[in-house]
């Protein structure tokens, strides 16, 4: 698979990237951690559903220029179903809230 990741982000700046799989949504988008030089991106690769990914692009921008939080978009090939986001982490936002002392704090900081 990392092969795979490489020949994609070609011309991208991250082609050196350490590549780490991470685990993936209900979509059938495949996702992969990059890290380069200690800088990390996440890499979504949509390319078998291509629309699935302009529209992510799509809510991304809407989100953002309404204020609300959404990834950065680092590199937006969207139209050949790649994408390279802004790492938010690796601790799930679910774990965060189960903690009820920084639950309503990490739920404000989301929006």
Request: include cysteine.
């Amino acid at each position: 698979m990392c092969d795979h990741i490489r020949s994609l982000i070609e011309g991208t700046g991250w082609s050196r990237s350490d590549i780490t799989p991470i685990a993936s949504d209900m979509s059938a988008r495949r996702y992969a951690r990059l890290d380069l030089d200690g800088k990390t991106a996440i890499l979504m690769d949509s390319r078998s559903d291509i629309p699935s990914a302009k529209a992510f692009v799509r809510i991304t921008h809407w989100l953002r220029d309404a204020g609300l939080s959404a990834p950065a978009l680092i590199v937006d090939r969207s139209s050949t179903g790649l994408i390279i986001l802004e790492d938010l982490g690796s601790c799930p936002v679910s774990d965060l809230m189960a903690d009820t002392a920084q639950g309503e704090e990490v739920f404000r900081l989301c929006l």
